[in-house]
């Protein structure tokens, strides 16, 4: 009997010890992290490639204006 309480005490101690202990937080906001660093990313990339685009639609309107 008292063998079994002893167990099972020890069995909560490391149930709530292992509920504190998890890394769960720090993993999703890596993942956070990640998908603020991809969306930057693609932010970047649809700027700089609207720019080209004005440039080249740019060029061509004045290419047929002149004409």
């Given at each position: 009997?008292?063998?079994?309480?002893?167990?099972r005490a020890?069995?909560?101690?490391?149930?709530v010890r292992e509920k504190f202990a998890r890394e769960e937080g720090a993993v999703a906001t890596e993942?956070?992290?990640?998908?603020?660093?991809?969306?930057?990313?693609?932010?970047?990339?649809?700027?700089a490639l609207g720019i080209i685009l004005n440039g080249i639609f740019t060029n061509?309107?004045?290419s047929l204006a002149g004409s």
């Open positions: 009997m008292l063998l079994d309480l002893f167990v020890k069995t909560f101690a490391f149930g993942y956070g992290l990640l998908l603020v660093f991809i969306a930057l990313a693609i932010i970047a990339a649809v700027i061509a309107s004045t």
